[in-house]
Nanobody, 124 residues
């Protein structure tokens, strides 16, 4: 499975962006899909994850109430809607496919496939 992430860009604080993760080859309907992000000089950080059926969802505390993850199985796409963006959300965002259990969505080592990142920059 090859993943492609889209939708990054420059936005002002308080703004909105929607990221999309699609499978350019293969399908990821049998995988958990999560978003991670990495800011300059910092470690990769879990953002949000969604289960295979689109029901189970996990969010990092830092994005709860502001970000929403969803998936469209027919399109093999997963979306991350980001609202009330803050400068500290600035990072390269990656989507990843794996089969972790719900309590381990935030374990990056459990993901087998990673897309190239998309840069999100939030200006103050």
């Amino acid at each position: 499975v090859q993943l492609q992430a889209y939708g990054g860009g420059l936005v002002q604080a308080g703004g909105y962006l929607r990221l999309a993760c699609v499978a350019s080859t293969g399908t990821f309907t049998t995988y958990v899909i999560s978003w991670f992000r990495q800011a300059p000089g910092k470690e990769r950080q879990f953002v949000a994850g969604v289960g295979r059926a689109g029901v189970s969802r996990q969010y990092a505390d830092s994005v709860k109430g502001r970000f929403t993850i969803s998936r469209d199985s027919l399109k093999s796409a997963v979306y991350l809607e980001m609202s009330s963006l803050k400068p500290e959300d600035t990072a390269v965002y990656f989507c990843a496919a794996g089969r972790p259990v719900l309590s381990a969505y935030d374990h990056a080592t459990l993901y087998h496939y990673w897309g190239h990142g998309t840069l999100v920059t939030v200006s103050s």
